[in-house]
């Protein structure tokens, strides 16, 4: 009896063995933090002039810690979740509005039709923004100007109570298609999001456009966005371009455009950014300047200038730092800043 139970044990324990070769999960993070030396002036009003040194959480990348992990179901079939919590290292609070995990949180289905997820997540167009952004610093940095000029208009990067389609990768060839539910009682439209991209990547080409349009809350009118970019990667230099057109519910439009080129130096990197946005005939400028060394495939030291100018329309030198925004016409905000990252 007693070999019995053994036996009955060990093929117990071989079951669950066997069981968890199928699934992982995984442990990761970030850490970054840059001192900043923030100004803001105006050649014409005196007073709105504004300085501050800070330490700020997140320059290259958000700081974040996150768990992801996948099962192996059979048949080609996967089931796969992402945890990922965005905290300040300068404070050590929570990020995204407090929330535990506000950078991600969604769980979902993938094979031979592709993938379907549920949660919060990106959306479409912030795949376009990150992708064709990457040449300067990584996707969408604290001083990217895809971001920093309307990138992140409506709800356009994160997004509640997303249902997610992606096709399979046909080529080099992606679409997905993503809805985010409003939850208004009564009325399905009210503050839903819908939102496409198409994508390609092959080689050292990528292309993609992307679409959104957020209802109001009565649903009676929406903001849309439309985002066309790329990225080539020329060997000695990688280069990217963005375009955006933002429509407000209230009919304000404004049209961001932005330029990059990164150059490779063994484990350096030198990036320059040039974007200029337009509303009708006021417009605001910016141009930054990136340099970054790996001390090892962890761990980078960085240092970025960026300065923007106000020409009748708002612009942001550091998303991160509310003193950087030159808000009155005439103003020009600027940022001189050194950081590190660590990759876990």
């Not at 324990?13 to 066997?18: D, K, P, R, S, V």
């Not at 300040?88 to 995990?101: A, E, I, K, R, T």
């Not at 039709?113 to 996707?139: I, L």
Request: aromatic residues 10%; hydrophobic residues 40%.
């Amino acid at each position: 009896m007693n070999k019995k139970l053994v036996a009955l044990a060990v093929s117990a324990i071989a079951a669950g063995a066997a069981s968890a070769q199928t699934a992982n999960v995984t442990l990761y993070g970030i850490i970054d933090s840059y001192l900043a030396s923030e100004r803001g002036s105006s050649a014409t009003v005196a007073a709105n002039k504004v300085s501050t040194t800070a330490l700020v959480s997140g320059g290259i990348s958000g700081s974040r810690w996150g768990l992801r992990g996948s099962e192996d179901l059979g048949g080609g079939m996967n089931a796969f979740f992402n945890l990922e919590n965005g905290f300040n290292v300068d404070n050590g609070s929570l990020g995204q509005g407090g929330l535990l995990f506000g950078r991600r949180a969604y769980v979902g289905l993938n094979g031979g039709f592709g993938s379907v997820q549920v949660g919060r997540d990106y959306s479409p167009n912030f795949w376009v923004m990150c992708n064709s952004d990457d040449s300067f610093g990584g996707c969408l940095n604290g001083w990217s100007a895809v971001a920093n000029m309307g990138g992140f208009f409506a709800n356009t990067l994160r997004q509640n109570n997303q249902v997610n389609y992606k096709t399979p990768n046909m080529g080099g060839l992606t679409a997905m298609l993503a809805w985010s539910m409003g939850e208004v009682s009564g009325n399905t439209s009210a503050s839903r999001t819908l939102g496409g991209n198409v994508e390609y990547k092959n080689g050292p080409l990528y292309l993609g456009v992307g679409f959104s349009d957020q209802k109001n809350a009565a649903a009676s009118a929406s903001d849309k966005q439309f985002i066309i970019g790329g990225t080539y990667n020329f060997g000695v230099a990688y280069a990217g371009l963005t375009y955006i057109e933002n429509k407000t519910a209230a009919g304000v439009k404004t049209k961001p455009l932005v330029g990059s080129v990164t150059v490779p130096f063994g484990a350096a990197r030198v990036g320059l950014q040039l974007a200029q946005n337009k509303s009708g005939s006021a417009k605001a400028q910016s141009f930054g300047l990136l340099g970054e060394y790996d001390l090892s495939k962890r761990t980078e030291l960085y240092g970025v200038y960026v300065q923007c100018k106000n020409k009748g329309l708002t612009c942001v030198a550091d998303g991160n730092v509310a003193t950087s925004t030159a808000g009155v016409n005439g103003m020009t905000a600027s940022l001189l800043g050194l950081g590190v990252k660590h990759k876990f």
